[in-house]
């Protein structure tokens, strides 16, 4: 197949800075395998003006976090070469096409969105009372069909943001002309992967083990991992079910195995340390060449910035050729 007929694929993510294992679990695993199937033109990048939407007011960990999560993505598997790996900011295009397709979304789509209900009730830490986080899923639409997706690989909290995007363009469509298709979420059912106490793993949670953790680092995470408070002693029968470090190796384990794990615990067979030392041998064995290729990529920031310019120039041609069309369409094709 040639790239004419490929379909395209956008996602991005807000530069959070390291990613932890749910992340690559949940997410970037899948962008890869997309990439990897061949079958996709896959652009994926840095959104970092939707960052801009919340963080205003200190942008100052924008950049380095950019750098930090750009890396983990080469470092698990994101090959420039064959992906489109960009920063937002840097394609004007993205802040153009919002303004316009912003002409078009009735304020009442936003204000009844439900990713900005709940953030509205559960941020408050920083002051969202903005106009451009409110617009957030219009940047986010303006992101998606600048580049014509058809495909947009999101989690599922990411559903209602697709089907925004999905009437904002019904009603670009409908004043201007057929420019734009619809594109369609691809959500990929994964299994949550369990934090250092037993709940879904999350930065906020501080429950996070890192893809760059140092082999020490994931053995000290854990040997503090809460295991069976009932079982006092090594003798005593364990309740794996009761059990934050078993619950999380279960994830890295055929069922048979953790089963069979599981069993050895009921039956005081093996104790927490052994349990504990076993999940970090699993997580280091899965991860620990990412960790290594990570480290690397860091210590030559100025090979990801390139990497970052070149993906950006690549995406910029793409934007530029949509943007001349929307103009087009708008009758303010001036430029
Ligand atoms: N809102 C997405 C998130 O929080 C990030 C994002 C921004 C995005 N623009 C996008 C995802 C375009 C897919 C396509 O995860």
């Not at 061949?38 to 960990?61: N, P, R, V």
């Not at 009844?112 to 986080?133: C, G, H, L, V």
Request: hydrophobic residues 40%; negative net charge.
């Amino acid at each position: 197949m040639t790239d004419q007929i490929k379909q395209r694929i956008v996602s991005g993510m807000r530069p959070t800075g390291n990613l932890h294992l749910g992340n690559y679990e949940g997410a970037l695993k899948n962008w890869i395998r997309l990439q990897d199937s061949g079958d996709y033109e896959c652009f994926f990048f840095i959104a970092d003006l939707h960052a801009l939407t919340s963080d205003y007011a200190d942008t100052s960990a924008i950049k380095q976090n950019t750098i930090d999560m750009v890396s983990d993505w080469l470092a698990a598997g994101l090959d420039p070469e064959r992906s489109t790996i960009f920063v937002q900011s840097a394609i004007a295009e993205h802040s153009e096409l919002h303004l316009i397709l912003s002409a078009v979304t009735p304020l009442g789509w936003l204000e009844r969105s439900p990713t900005y209900k709940e953030q509205r009730e559960n941020i408050t830490a920083k002051d969202i009372n903005n106009y451009a986080f409110l617009g957030y899923p219009v940047l986010q639409a303006a992101d998606i069909i600048l580049y014509k997706a058809s495909f947009v690989p999101v989690g599922k909290d990411q559903a209602s943001h697709i089907e925004l995007t999905r009437e904002i363009v019904r009603r670009f469509n409908n004043f201007f002309g057929e420019v734009f298709p619809e594109p369609q979420a691809l959500h990929t059912e994964v299994l949550t992967l369990p934090g250092t106490d037993g709940r879904k793993m999350s930065k906020s949670y501080g429950n996070a083990i890192y893809l760059i953790d140092s082999a020490e680092v994931v053995r000290e995470k854990a040997r503090q991992m809460i295991t069976d408070r009932t079982r006092i002693k090594r003798t005593d029968p364990g309740h794996p079910e009761n059990c934050d470090v078993c619950q999380m190796h279960r994830f890295f384990l055929t069922t048979e195995i953790a089963d069979q794990f599981d069993d050895d615990c009921r039956h005081a067979r093996i104790g927490c340390v052994d349990r504990k030392r076993a999940l970090a041998d699993a997580i280091i064995e899965k991860y620990g060449a990412i960790a290594e290729r990570s480290h690397q990529l860091r210590d030559n920031p100025d090979e990801v910035i390139a990497i970052l310019k070149r993906g950006s120039e690549r995406a910029r041609q793409e934007a530029q050729i949509t943007m001349a069309e929307v103009r087009r369409a708008i009758k303010m094709d001036w430029a």
